[in-house]
DNA sequence: CGTCACTTTGAAAGCTTTCAATAGGAGTGG
DNA sequence: CCACTCCTATTGAAAGCTTTCAAAGTGACG
Protein backbone atom coordinates (compact mmCIF):
# COMPACT_ATOMS: atom_id res chain seq x y z
CA UNK A 1 0.00 0.00 0.00
CA UNK A 2 2.69 2.22 0.85
CA UNK A 3 4.61 1.72 -2.65
CA UNK A 4 1.45 2.25 -4.60
CA UNK A 5 0.83 5.69 -2.22
CA UNK A 6 4.70 6.82 -2.85
CA UNK A 7 3.90 6.19 -6.92
CA UNK A 8 0.60 8.41 -6.63
CA UNK A 9 2.23 11.16 -5.05
CA UNK A 10 4.97 11.25 -7.42
CA UNK A 11 3.09 11.56 -10.14
CA UNK A 12 1.81 14.37 -8.88
CA UNK A 13 4.88 16.27 -9.07
CA UNK A 14 7.17 14.60 -11.38
CA UNK A 15 6.47 15.94 -15.08
CA UNK A 16 7.91 12.43 -16.56
CA UNK A 17 6.61 9.85 -13.98
CA UNK A 18 7.61 6.99 -16.04
CA UNK A 19 11.68 8.11 -15.67
CA UNK A 20 11.85 8.50 -11.93
CA UNK A 21 12.18 4.82 -10.01
CA UNK A 22 14.15 5.72 -6.99
CA UNK A 23 12.29 7.73 -3.95
CA UNK A 24 12.57 11.24 -4.63
CA UNK A 25 11.26 14.08 -2.37
CA UNK A 26 7.20 14.85 -1.80
CA UNK A 27 5.20 17.20 0.45
CA UNK A 28 4.24 14.23 2.28
CA UNK A 29 8.40 14.44 3.80
CA UNK A 30 6.91 16.96 5.64
CA UNK A 31 4.46 15.07 7.76
CA UNK A 32 7.11 12.16 8.34
CA UNK A 33 6.98 11.62 12.70
CA UNK A 34 3.70 12.32 12.87
CA UNK A 35 1.33 9.98 13.85
CA UNK A 36 -1.35 8.49 12.06
CA UNK A 37 -4.53 8.79 13.64
CA UNK A 38 -7.45 7.39 12.22
CA UNK A 39 -11.08 8.49 11.16
CA UNK A 40 -13.95 6.30 10.87
CA UNK A 41 -16.32 6.90 7.34
CA UNK A 42 -18.76 10.16 7.81
CA UNK A 43 -16.38 11.89 10.34
CA UNK A 44 -15.44 15.59 9.48
CA UNK A 45 -12.09 16.41 9.42
CA UNK A 46 -12.39 20.34 9.09
CA UNK A 47 -15.69 22.55 8.79
CA UNK A 48 -16.02 25.05 5.74
CA UNK A 49 -15.90 28.36 7.89
CA UNK A 50 -13.71 26.90 11.22
CA UNK A 51 -10.15 28.32 12.22
CA UNK A 52 -7.68 26.78 10.07
CA UNK A 53 -5.23 25.82 12.26
CA UNK A 54 -4.15 22.30 10.83
CA UNK A 55 -2.67 20.68 7.83
CA UNK A 56 -3.69 17.37 7.04
CA UNK A 57 -1.69 14.52 4.92
CA UNK A 58 -4.48 11.66 3.63
CA UNK A 59 -2.24 8.69 4.23
CA UNK A 60 -5.28 6.23 3.42
CA UNK A 61 -8.62 6.23 2.66
CA UNK A 62 -10.73 8.68 0.93
CA UNK A 63 -12.52 12.12 1.87
CA UNK A 64 -14.90 14.86 -0.16
CA UNK A 65 -14.10 18.13 0.20
CA UNK A 66 -17.69 20.10 -0.14
CA UNK A 67 -19.28 23.60 0.01
CA UNK A 68 -23.03 24.30 0.91
CA UNK A 69 -25.42 27.08 0.10
CA UNK A 70 -27.46 28.46 2.61
CA UNK A 71 -30.95 26.21 1.61
CA UNK A 72 -28.49 23.20 1.93
CA UNK A 73 -27.63 22.42 -2.06
CA UNK A 74 -24.23 20.53 -1.67
CA UNK A 75 -20.96 20.93 -4.56
CA UNK A 76 -17.89 18.62 -3.83
CA UNK A 77 -14.90 20.39 -4.32
CA UNK A 78 -13.24 17.29 -4.94
CA UNK A 79 -11.92 14.26 -3.68
CA UNK A 80 -9.10 13.45 -1.69
CA UNK A 81 -6.48 10.34 -2.20
CA UNK A 82 -3.42 9.76 -0.53
CA UNK A 83 -0.85 11.66 -0.66
CA UNK A 84 -3.54 14.36 -1.00
CA UNK A 85 -3.24 17.94 1.39
CA UNK A 86 -5.64 19.47 2.82
CA UNK A 87 -6.00 22.63 4.69
CA UNK A 88 -3.01 24.71 2.58
CA UNK A 89 -4.63 28.09 2.01
CA UNK A 90 -3.50 31.68 2.78
CA UNK A 91 -6.73 32.47 3.84
CA UNK A 92 -7.35 32.05 8.23
CA UNK A 93 -10.53 30.03 7.61
CA UNK A 94 -11.22 26.64 6.11
CA UNK A 95 -13.06 26.91 2.73
CA UNK A 96 -14.60 23.71 2.44
CA UNK A 97 -16.04 20.70 5.14
CA UNK A 98 -13.63 17.40 4.43
CA UNK A 99 -15.43 14.38 5.46
CA UNK A 100 -14.26 10.56 5.20
CA UNK A 101 -15.99 8.66 3.01
CA UNK A 102 -14.21 5.82 3.25
CA UNK A 103 -12.08 5.24 7.01
CA UNK A 104 -8.87 7.51 6.56
CA UNK A 105 -6.02 7.69 8.06
CA UNK A 106 -4.48 11.57 8.59
CA UNK A 107 -1.57 12.87 9.84
CA UNK A 108 -1.68 16.66 10.36
CA UNK A 109 0.29 19.77 11.62
CA UNK A 110 -0.28 23.07 13.00
CA UNK A 111 -0.31 25.08 9.61
CA UNK A 112 2.04 27.49 10.68
CA UNK A 113 5.08 25.01 11.57
CA UNK A 114 3.99 23.19 8.03
CA UNK A 115 4.29 26.44 6.34
CA UNK A 116 7.74 27.23 8.28
CA UNK A 117 9.04 24.38 7.05
CA UNK A 118 8.08 24.14 3.25
CA UNK A 119 8.79 27.82 3.12
CA UNK A 120 12.43 27.26 4.76
CA UNK A 121 13.54 24.03 2.94
CA UNK A 122 14.70 24.60 -0.84
CA UNK A 123 13.34 21.03 -2.16
CA UNK A 124 9.80 21.49 -0.79
CA UNK A 125 8.47 24.96 -1.86
CA UNK A 126 8.61 24.05 -4.78
CA UNK A 127 6.64 20.85 -4.07
CA UNK A 128 4.03 22.93 -2.68
CA UNK A 129 3.83 25.25 -5.33
CA UNK A 130 3.04 22.09 -8.40
CA UNK A 131 0.53 20.79 -5.51
CA UNK A 132 -1.31 24.48 -6.06
CA UNK A 133 -1.14 24.05 -9.87
CA UNK A 134 -2.36 20.75 -10.09
CA UNK A 135 -5.24 21.95 -7.78
CA UNK A 136 -5.83 24.49 -9.94
CA UNK A 137 -5.58 22.58 -13.04
CA UNK A 138 -8.19 19.92 -11.52
CA UNK A 139 -10.10 22.90 -10.69
CA UNK A 140 -9.90 24.15 -14.39
CA UNK A 141 -11.27 21.11 -15.64
CA UNK A 142 -13.74 20.47 -13.55
CA UNK A 143 -15.31 24.23 -14.73
CA UNK A 144 -14.81 23.00 -17.95
CA UNK A 145 -16.96 20.18 -17.07
CA UNK A 146 -19.46 21.97 -15.42
CA UNK A 147 -19.61 24.86 -17.67
CA UNK A 148 -20.15 22.73 -20.82
CA UNK A 149 -20.94 19.33 -20.85
CA UNK A 150 -23.62 17.37 -20.86
CA UNK A 151 -24.69 14.04 -18.20
CA UNK A 152 -23.27 11.38 -20.30
CA UNK A 153 -19.94 13.35 -20.74
CA UNK A 154 -19.55 14.28 -17.19
CA UNK A 155 -20.32 10.72 -16.00
CA UNK A 156 -17.87 9.23 -18.40
CA UNK A 157 -14.86 12.09 -17.93
CA UNK A 158 -15.17 11.27 -14.11
CA UNK A 159 -15.17 7.35 -14.79
CA UNK A 160 -11.84 8.20 -16.88
CA UNK A 161 -10.51 10.68 -14.16
CA UNK A 162 -10.69 7.81 -11.70
CA UNK A 163 -8.94 5.66 -13.74
CA UNK A 164 -5.98 7.59 -14.51
CA UNK A 165 -5.71 8.10 -10.81
CA UNK A 166 -5.52 4.40 -10.32
CA UNK A 167 -5.03 2.36 -13.27
CA UNK A 168 -5.06 -0.91 -12.46
CA UNK A 169 -6.42 -2.37 -15.68
CA UNK A 170 -9.82 -1.39 -16.78
CA UNK A 171 -11.10 -1.85 -13.19
CA UNK A 172 -11.60 1.30 -11.03
CA UNK A 173 -13.20 1.43 -7.80
CA UNK A 174 -15.61 4.10 -6.29
CA UNK A 175 -15.69 4.64 -3.12
CA UNK A 176 -17.91 7.48 -2.91
CA UNK A 177 -21.93 7.31 -3.36
CA UNK A 178 -24.20 8.03 -6.39
CA UNK A 179 -25.16 10.85 -4.64
CA UNK A 180 -21.29 12.13 -4.54
CA UNK A 181 -20.65 11.70 -7.67
CA UNK A 182 -24.32 13.56 -8.30
CA UNK A 183 -22.81 16.56 -6.20
CA UNK A 184 -19.48 16.50 -7.69
CA UNK A 185 -20.79 16.55 -11.24
CA UNK A 186 -23.64 18.96 -10.95
CA UNK A 187 -26.23 16.35 -11.33
CA UNK A 188 -28.92 14.65 -9.39
CA UNK A 189 -28.49 11.32 -7.89
CA UNK A 190 -31.04 9.52 -10.79
CA UNK A 191 -29.33 11.20 -13.63
CA UNK A 192 -26.38 9.52 -12.78
CA UNK A 193 -28.21 6.37 -12.08
CA UNK A 194 -29.47 6.53 -15.62
CA UNK A 195 -26.48 7.26 -17.19
CA UNK A 196 -24.39 4.94 -15.26
CA UNK A 197 -27.20 2.44 -16.52
CA UNK A 198 -26.91 3.30 -20.18
CA UNK A 199 -23.49 2.77 -19.98
CA UNK A 200 -23.78 -0.80 -18.74
CA UNK A 201 -26.95 -1.53 -21.14
CA UNK A 202 -24.41 -0.52 -24.18
CA UNK A 203 -21.56 -2.67 -22.71
CA UNK A 204 -18.91 0.23 -22.38
CA UNK A 205 -18.96 -0.73 -18.68
CA UNK A 206 -20.03 -2.92 -16.44
CA UNK A 207 -20.71 -2.14 -12.81
CA UNK A 208 -19.49 -4.97 -10.05
CA UNK A 209 -21.46 -3.92 -6.91
CA UNK A 210 -22.31 -0.35 -6.50
CA UNK A 211 -18.66 0.27 -5.51
CA UNK A 212 -16.23 -0.60 -8.84
CA UNK A 213 -17.06 -0.28 -12.54
CA UNK A 214 -15.10 -2.44 -15.39
CA UNK A 215 -14.06 -0.17 -18.18
CA UNK A 216 -15.00 -2.22 -20.98
CA UNK A 217 -14.36 -0.16 -23.90
CA UNK A 218 -12.03 2.92 -22.88
CA UNK A 219 -11.44 4.40 -26.38
CA UNK A 220 -15.46 4.59 -26.80
CA UNK A 221 -15.48 6.25 -23.47
CA UNK A 222 -13.01 8.58 -24.50
CA UNK A 223 -14.85 9.56 -27.50
CA UNK A 224 -17.49 10.23 -25.42
CA UNK A 225 -15.87 11.99 -22.56
CA UNK A 226 -16.10 15.24 -24.99
CA UNK A 227 -12.24 15.73 -25.08
CA UNK A 228 -11.73 13.21 -27.35
CA UNK A 229 -9.57 14.88 -30.27
CA UNK A 230 -11.95 12.46 -32.39
CA UNK A 231 -8.42 10.59 -34.75
CA UNK A 232 -10.89 8.44 -36.27
CA UNK A 233 -14.19 10.47 -36.02
CA UNK A 234 -15.67 12.85 -38.11
CA UNK A 235 -13.42 15.91 -38.78
CA UNK A 236 -15.87 17.82 -40.14
CA UNK A 237 -18.08 18.87 -37.15
CA UNK A 238 -15.72 19.97 -35.19
CA UNK A 239 -14.60 22.52 -37.25
CA UNK A 240 -17.95 23.68 -38.13
CA UNK A 241 -19.50 23.68 -35.01
CA UNK A 242 -18.89 27.09 -33.55
CA UNK A 243 -16.78 29.46 -35.42
CA UNK A 244 -13.70 28.80 -33.41
CA UNK A 245 -14.28 32.18 -31.31
CA UNK A 246 -15.51 35.43 -31.75
CA UNK A 247 -12.85 37.99 -31.47
CA UNK B 1 -6.21 54.66 -13.35
CA UNK B 2 -2.63 53.83 -11.50
CA UNK B 3 -3.94 54.23 -8.12
CA UNK B 4 -6.90 52.12 -8.94
CA UNK B 5 -4.82 50.00 -10.10
CA UNK B 6 -2.76 49.52 -7.05
CA UNK B 7 -5.58 49.59 -4.83
CA UNK B 8 -7.37 46.03 -6.50
CA UNK B 9 -3.69 44.69 -6.51
CA UNK B 10 -3.86 45.08 -2.57
CA UNK B 11 -6.94 43.60 -1.83
CA UNK B 12 -6.15 40.42 -3.55
CA UNK B 13 -3.05 39.65 -0.95
CA UNK B 14 -3.90 41.94 1.96
CA UNK B 15 -5.70 39.59 4.40
CA UNK B 16 -7.25 43.00 5.36
CA UNK B 17 -7.06 45.99 3.27
CA UNK B 18 -8.87 48.64 5.13
CA UNK B 19 -5.71 48.81 7.29
CA UNK B 20 -3.02 49.27 4.79
CA UNK B 21 -2.61 52.51 3.56
CA UNK B 22 1.01 53.13 2.69
CA UNK B 23 1.97 51.00 -0.98
CA UNK B 24 2.71 47.61 0.33
CA UNK B 25 4.92 45.27 -1.96
CA UNK B 26 2.62 43.46 -4.77
CA UNK B 27 3.76 40.87 -7.24
CA UNK B 28 3.96 43.58 -10.00
CA UNK B 29 6.92 44.67 -7.97
CA UNK B 30 8.34 41.96 -10.40
CA UNK B 31 7.48 43.83 -13.83
CA UNK B 32 9.23 47.45 -12.77
CA UNK B 33 11.26 48.21 -15.65
CA UNK B 34 9.57 46.08 -18.17
CA UNK B 35 8.13 48.12 -21.05
CA UNK B 36 4.38 47.28 -21.39
CA UNK B 37 2.69 46.55 -24.69
CA UNK B 38 -0.48 46.95 -25.66
CA UNK B 39 -2.94 44.89 -27.26
CA UNK B 40 -5.93 45.44 -29.43
CA UNK B 41 -9.61 44.04 -28.55
CA UNK B 42 -9.58 40.44 -29.96
CA UNK B 43 -5.98 39.76 -30.02
CA UNK B 44 -5.02 36.42 -27.99
CA UNK B 45 -1.81 36.87 -25.97
CA UNK B 46 -1.11 33.06 -25.07
CA UNK B 47 -2.20 30.23 -26.84
CA UNK B 48 -3.55 27.00 -24.79
CA UNK B 49 -1.00 23.86 -25.54
CA UNK B 50 1.89 26.27 -26.35
CA UNK B 51 5.19 26.34 -24.75
CA UNK B 52 4.52 28.72 -21.63
CA UNK B 53 7.79 30.62 -21.72
CA UNK B 54 6.51 33.67 -20.58
CA UNK B 55 4.58 35.16 -17.66
CA UNK B 56 2.29 38.56 -17.96
CA UNK B 57 0.72 40.97 -15.86
CA UNK B 58 -1.78 42.85 -16.67
CA UNK B 59 -1.45 46.61 -16.37
CA UNK B 60 -4.67 48.07 -18.37
CA UNK B 61 -7.77 46.67 -19.62
CA UNK B 62 -9.80 43.06 -19.31
CA UNK B 63 -9.04 39.77 -20.56
CA UNK B 64 -10.64 36.11 -20.61
CA UNK B 65 -9.08 33.09 -20.28
CA UNK B 66 -10.89 29.97 -21.78
CA UNK B 67 -10.08 26.25 -22.80
CA UNK B 68 -11.99 24.85 -26.16
CA UNK B 69 -13.25 21.25 -26.41
CA UNK B 70 -12.72 19.74 -29.39
CA UNK B 71 -15.94 20.37 -30.95
CA UNK B 72 -16.20 24.14 -30.33
CA UNK B 73 -17.78 24.65 -27.21
CA UNK B 74 -15.80 27.21 -24.91
CA UNK B 75 -15.64 27.28 -21.41
CA UNK B 76 -14.07 30.53 -19.85
CA UNK B 77 -12.22 29.95 -17.38
CA UNK B 78 -11.94 33.56 -15.41
CA UNK B 79 -11.64 37.27 -16.36
CA UNK B 80 -8.27 39.06 -16.01
CA UNK B 81 -8.07 42.25 -14.52
CA UNK B 82 -5.46 44.72 -14.14
CA UNK B 83 -3.13 43.35 -11.55
CA UNK B 84 -3.70 39.91 -12.37
CA UNK B 85 -1.00 37.47 -13.87
CA UNK B 86 -0.99 34.95 -16.72
CA UNK B 87 1.00 32.12 -17.40
CA UNK B 88 2.05 30.98 -13.74
CA UNK B 89 2.11 27.41 -13.62
CA UNK B 90 4.40 24.09 -13.32
CA UNK B 91 3.25 22.85 -16.66
CA UNK B 92 5.26 23.52 -19.53
CA UNK B 93 2.16 24.31 -21.27
CA UNK B 94 -0.33 27.24 -21.05
CA UNK B 95 -3.37 25.65 -19.92
CA UNK B 96 -5.40 28.37 -21.07
CA UNK B 97 -5.88 30.95 -24.26
CA UNK B 98 -5.65 34.94 -23.13
CA UNK B 99 -7.23 36.78 -25.25
CA UNK B 100 -7.79 41.02 -25.27
CA UNK B 101 -11.48 41.80 -24.43
CA UNK B 102 -10.64 45.65 -24.36
CA UNK B 103 -7.33 47.16 -25.77
CA UNK B 104 -4.86 45.47 -23.07
CA UNK B 105 -1.84 46.61 -22.07
CA UNK B 106 0.41 43.96 -20.48
CA UNK B 107 4.18 43.77 -19.35
CA UNK B 108 6.05 40.30 -19.73
CA UNK B 109 9.13 38.25 -18.18
CA UNK B 110 10.59 34.70 -19.32
CA UNK B 111 9.07 32.32 -17.11
CA UNK B 112 12.33 31.30 -15.83
CA UNK B 113 13.12 34.60 -14.60
CA UNK B 114 9.97 35.02 -13.03
CA UNK B 115 10.38 32.16 -10.88
CA UNK B 116 13.67 32.51 -10.01
CA UNK B 117 13.18 36.39 -8.73
CA UNK B 118 10.19 35.55 -6.96
CA UNK B 119 11.73 32.11 -5.51
CA UNK B 120 14.86 34.68 -4.14
CA UNK B 121 12.45 36.43 -2.77
CA UNK B 122 11.44 36.59 0.68
CA UNK B 123 8.66 39.32 0.36
CA UNK B 124 7.57 38.13 -3.26
CA UNK B 125 7.21 34.70 -2.50
CA UNK B 126 4.42 34.62 -0.01
CA UNK B 127 2.16 37.22 -2.68
CA UNK B 128 2.84 34.03 -5.33
CA UNK B 129 1.37 32.22 -2.91
CA UNK B 130 -1.41 34.11 -1.77
CA UNK B 131 -2.40 35.02 -5.51
CA UNK B 132 -2.51 31.17 -6.06
CA UNK B 133 -4.57 30.69 -3.38
CA UNK B 134 -6.90 33.48 -4.72
CA UNK B 135 -7.24 31.67 -7.94
CA UNK B 136 -7.95 28.42 -6.28
CA UNK B 137 -11.07 30.38 -4.14
CA UNK B 138 -12.07 31.94 -7.46
CA UNK B 139 -12.02 28.24 -9.13
CA UNK B 140 -13.98 26.96 -6.10
CA UNK B 141 -16.89 29.60 -6.11
CA UNK B 142 -17.11 29.19 -9.78
CA UNK B 143 -17.69 25.57 -9.33
CA UNK B 144 -20.11 26.01 -7.02
CA UNK B 145 -22.02 28.72 -9.42
CA UNK B 146 -21.85 25.43 -12.17
CA UNK B 147 -22.23 22.61 -9.88
CA UNK B 148 -25.35 23.96 -7.96
CA UNK B 149 -27.07 27.32 -8.88
CA UNK B 150 -29.93 27.83 -11.61
CA UNK B 151 -29.50 30.79 -14.58
CA UNK B 152 -30.94 33.50 -12.23
CA UNK B 153 -28.47 32.83 -9.50
CA UNK B 154 -25.70 32.52 -11.86
CA UNK B 155 -26.00 35.93 -13.67
CA UNK B 156 -26.36 37.69 -10.33
CA UNK B 157 -23.74 36.08 -8.85
CA UNK B 158 -21.83 37.42 -11.23
CA UNK B 159 -22.80 40.42 -11.59
CA UNK B 160 -22.19 41.07 -7.73
CA UNK B 161 -18.67 39.43 -8.20
CA UNK B 162 -18.16 42.41 -10.51
CA UNK B 163 -19.66 44.75 -8.02
CA UNK B 164 -16.84 43.75 -5.51
CA UNK B 165 -14.07 43.84 -7.66
CA UNK B 166 -14.65 47.60 -8.78
CA UNK B 167 -17.21 48.77 -6.10
CA UNK B 168 -17.70 52.47 -7.81
CA UNK B 169 -21.37 53.37 -6.28
CA UNK B 170 -24.03 50.17 -7.42
CA UNK B 171 -22.66 51.02 -11.03
CA UNK B 172 -20.81 48.47 -12.70
CA UNK B 173 -19.34 47.76 -15.92
CA UNK B 174 -19.25 44.72 -18.44
CA UNK B 175 -16.44 45.46 -20.94
CA UNK B 176 -16.96 40.89 -22.13
CA UNK B 177 -19.91 40.58 -24.02
CA UNK B 178 -23.24 38.18 -23.67
CA UNK B 179 -21.34 35.65 -25.51
CA UNK B 180 -18.25 35.67 -22.91
CA UNK B 181 -20.61 35.57 -19.90
CA UNK B 182 -22.39 32.94 -21.24
CA UNK B 183 -19.64 30.84 -21.81
CA UNK B 184 -18.29 31.65 -18.29
CA UNK B 185 -21.13 30.79 -16.40
CA UNK B 186 -22.43 27.76 -18.44
CA UNK B 187 -25.80 29.41 -20.01
CA UNK B 188 -26.10 30.16 -23.49
CA UNK B 189 -26.44 33.67 -24.84
CA UNK B 190 -30.38 33.92 -24.86
CA UNK B 191 -30.56 32.93 -21.41
CA UNK B 192 -27.98 35.58 -19.80
CA UNK B 193 -29.91 38.05 -22.20
CA UNK B 194 -33.26 36.87 -20.52
CA UNK B 195 -31.90 36.98 -17.03
CA UNK B 196 -30.83 40.38 -17.63
CA UNK B 197 -34.32 41.36 -18.97
CA UNK B 198 -35.92 39.51 -16.30
CA UNK B 199 -34.42 41.78 -13.36
CA UNK B 200 -34.42 45.06 -15.26
CA UNK B 201 -38.13 44.80 -15.44
CA UNK B 202 -38.12 43.60 -11.81
CA UNK B 203 -36.11 46.92 -11.66
CA UNK B 204 -33.80 44.94 -9.27
CA UNK B 205 -30.88 46.21 -12.29
CA UNK B 206 -31.04 48.73 -15.13
CA UNK B 207 -28.83 48.05 -18.44
CA UNK B 208 -26.89 51.43 -19.29
CA UNK B 209 -25.95 51.09 -22.72
CA UNK B 210 -24.65 47.01 -22.93
CA UNK B 211 -21.61 47.41 -20.92
CA UNK B 212 -22.71 48.84 -17.61
CA UNK B 213 -25.11 47.62 -15.29
CA UNK B 214 -27.02 49.80 -11.99
CA UNK B 215 -27.40 47.92 -9.33
CA UNK B 216 -30.51 49.05 -7.59
CA UNK B 217 -31.62 46.67 -5.10
CA UNK B 218 -28.34 44.88 -3.96
CA UNK B 219 -29.44 43.62 -1.09
CA UNK B 220 -32.40 41.82 -3.39
CA UNK B 221 -29.61 40.61 -5.53
CA UNK B 222 -27.73 39.23 -2.92
CA UNK B 223 -30.70 37.19 -1.53
CA UNK B 224 -30.81 36.37 -5.11
CA UNK B 225 -27.75 35.06 -5.96
CA UNK B 226 -27.87 31.96 -3.40
CA UNK B 227 -25.08 32.91 -1.23
CA UNK B 228 -27.24 35.12 1.32
CA UNK B 229 -27.61 33.53 4.51
CA UNK B 230 -31.17 35.28 4.38
CA UNK B 231 -30.82 37.12 7.69
CA UNK B 232 -34.29 38.42 7.39
CA UNK B 233 -35.14 35.72 5.12
CA UNK B 234 -37.40 32.61 5.85
CA UNK B 235 -34.70 30.66 8.60
CA UNK B 236 -37.35 27.11 8.00
CA UNK B 237 -36.53 26.16 4.53
CA UNK B 238 -32.79 26.64 5.11
CA UNK B 239 -32.75 24.57 7.92
CA UNK B 240 -35.18 21.43 6.08
CA UNK B 241 -34.07 21.66 2.34
CA UNK B 242 -31.86 18.65 2.86
CA UNK B 243 -30.66 17.00 6.19
CA UNK B 244 -27.05 19.08 6.18
CA UNK B 245 -25.41 15.61 4.83
CA UNK B 246 -25.27 12.45 4.42
CA UNK B 247 -22.90 10.09 6.38
C1' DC C 1 -26.55 57.18 -42.71
C1' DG C 2 -25.92 52.37 -43.85
C1' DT C 3 -23.87 48.07 -42.55
C1' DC C 4 -22.47 44.57 -39.53
C1' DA C 5 -22.26 42.41 -35.21
C1' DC C 6 -24.35 41.78 -31.04
C1' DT C 7 -28.52 41.49 -28.31
C1' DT C 8 -33.26 40.69 -27.45
C1' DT C 9 -37.47 38.19 -27.95
C1' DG C 10 -40.61 34.29 -29.23
C1' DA C 11 -41.97 29.46 -29.75
C1' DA C 12 -40.96 24.74 -29.68
C1' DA C 13 -37.93 21.03 -28.40
C1' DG C 14 -34.93 18.61 -25.29
C1' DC C 15 -32.41 17.28 -21.44
C1' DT C 16 -32.43 17.01 -16.63
C1' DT C 17 -34.99 17.27 -12.60
C1' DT C 18 -38.70 16.18 -9.57
C1' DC C 19 -41.82 13.11 -7.57
C1' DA C 20 -42.93 8.45 -6.67
C1' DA C 21 -42.33 3.66 -6.25
C1' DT C 22 -39.60 -0.55 -6.66
C1' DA C 23 -35.32 -3.02 -6.29
C1' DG C 24 -31.00 -4.13 -4.30
C1' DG C 25 -27.12 -4.48 -0.62
C1' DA C 26 -25.14 -4.11 3.68
C1' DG C 27 -25.37 -4.63 8.39
C1' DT C 28 -27.86 -6.37 12.50
C1' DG C 29 -30.13 -9.48 15.38
C1' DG C 30 -32.17 -13.74 16.19
C1' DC D 1 -26.22 -18.59 9.09
C1' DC D 2 -30.35 -16.60 7.65
C1' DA D 3 -34.08 -13.19 8.00
C1' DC D 4 -35.12 -8.50 8.74
C1' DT D 5 -34.50 -3.70 8.28
C1' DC D 6 -32.65 0.42 6.59
C1' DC D 7 -30.24 2.94 3.39
C1' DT D 8 -28.86 3.45 -1.25
C1' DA D 9 -29.68 2.76 -6.04
C1' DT D 10 -32.64 2.06 -9.97
C1' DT D 11 -36.57 2.86 -12.80
C1' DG D 12 -40.80 5.30 -14.56
C1' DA D 13 -43.66 9.29 -15.70
C1' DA D 14 -44.52 14.04 -15.70
C1' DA D 15 -42.91 18.68 -15.07
C1' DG D 16 -39.62 22.36 -15.62
C1' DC D 17 -35.80 24.95 -16.87
C1' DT D 18 -32.65 25.83 -20.39
C1' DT D 19 -31.52 25.28 -25.01
C1' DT D 20 -32.29 25.48 -29.84
C1' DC D 21 -33.98 27.57 -33.85
C1' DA D 22 -35.65 31.70 -35.90
C1' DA D 23 -36.46 36.49 -36.47
C1' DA D 24 -36.57 41.19 -35.09
C1' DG D 25 -34.26 44.94 -32.67
C1' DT D 26 -30.29 47.81 -31.24
C1' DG D 27 -25.90 49.98 -31.19
C1' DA D 28 -21.21 50.87 -32.85
C1' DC D 29 -18.46 52.30 -36.53
C1' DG D 30 -16.90 53.61 -41.04
Redo the contacts with the bound molecule.
Sequence with gaps: MNAEVAISSLRQVAPFPGLLREPAPTLRDVFVGKVAETHAAGEALIFEGDVAGQVFEVVTGVLRAFRILPDGRRAIMGFLYAGDVIGVSHYDRYLVTAEAITEVKVRRMPRSRFFAEVNDSQTLRPLLFALLCEGMTAAQDQMLLLCRK??EERVVSFLLSVHEKSAVGAMIELPM???DMADYL?????????V??SLARRELIS?V??HAVNLRKLSALRRISGEDEGADGDFERAATRRAVW??
Tied chains: 1, 2.
Excluded at 186 to 194: A, D, K, P
Design positions: NAGRLGLTIETVSRMTTGRPQ
